[in-house]
């Protein structure tokens, strides 16, 4: 039986910010962590999505897969391709909505349908500075069978909640 690995998708230019949480929950889900750098010049959805299909081609279907922010966002839409065929359980943290209720940026909008046999748990604080919680609605209408978890404090970075966000992923 091989090991479970995490990976973790840091959002975008926060290769360095998100470090801490990869770290977190690595240690506290006692898991290696892979956080690979996506490009902070380059933020189309190709540029983000080519590689993280090709590291998501590598993994098994028992592996943890989390992301933050954009991260998050890039991380849905290949969830969502036919041919997907990783992790089946993904963490989704702060994510973005692109539709025209959110920030309107087609590029990057996720019109469904919902990922098929995946689960997937959205986390979102209510006082996240970055992506404001009105968010986490917006992305649980399009995602009905997500688990959501409204965190009161936190902020964009979830400060403090690496054991109520592992405690999901045990699950």
């Known amino acids: 039986m091989s090991q479970t690995h995490l990976l973790f998708i ?3 230019g926060g290769f360095t910010d998100d470090r801490p949480i990869a770290a977190g929950l690595g240690t506290a889900l006692d898991v290696p962590v892979d956080m690979p750098e996506f490009s902070a010049g380059d933020m189309s959805l190709q540029a983000w999505a080519d ?3 090709a590291r998501l081609s590598t993994m098994d279907a028992d592996d943890l897969l989390v992301a933050h922010s954009f ?13 997907y065929a990783g992790p ?7 994510m973005p909505n692109w539709g025209p209720d959110g920030w309107a940026m087609e590029e990057y909008d996720f ?9 997937l748990s959205l986390h979102h604080c209510v006082d996240d500075e970055e992506v404001p919680i009105g968010h986490l609605d917006l992305n649980a209408a399009l995602l ?7 965190h009161e404090t936190g902020g964009h970075q979830f400060v403090g909640l690496v054991d109520a966000i592992a ?3 045990r699950r």
Do not use: F, Y
């Open 10 to 12: 840091h959002g975008a």
């Open 51 to 53: 590689p993280l299909r």
């Open 71 to 83: 991260g998050a966002s890039v991380l849905l839409h290949l969830l969502a391709e036919p041919a």
């Open 88 to 94: 089946r359980r993904a963490v989704l943290l702060a």
């Open 111 to 119: 019109t469904g349908p919902p990922p098929r046999h995946v689960a």
């Open 144 to 150: 009905p069978d997500a688990q959501l978890h409204r």
């Open 167 to 169: 405690a999901d992923m």
